[in-house]
């Protein structure tokens, strides 16, 4: 069975995002990189398993990778 994200954990998701970016172009560009890097449509979306993963991937994240 899949878990989905709890509530905590997709605000800490958020907050990553808002740290890394300075704008709101910046902001739909790291959203965009992560669906894509984790096959999701939607950030709601990613299996629970792959959070620590993603944490790992937000940390590393360069928006001129």
Request: charged share 30%; proline share 2%; glycine share 4%.
């Given at each position: ?50 959070f620590s993963e ?12």
């Amino acid at each position: 069975e899949i878990g989905m994200l709890g509530l905590e954990e997709l605000q800490e998701l958020q907050k990553l995002v808002k740290a890394k970016a300075k704008s709101q172009k910046q902001m739909i560009q790291i959203w965009s990189e992560f669906k894509k890097r984790f096959e999701v449509t939607r950030y709601c979306h990613l299996p629970k398993e792959k959070f620590s993963e993603s944490l790992k991937w937000f940390k590393n994240f360069n928006l001129n990778s």
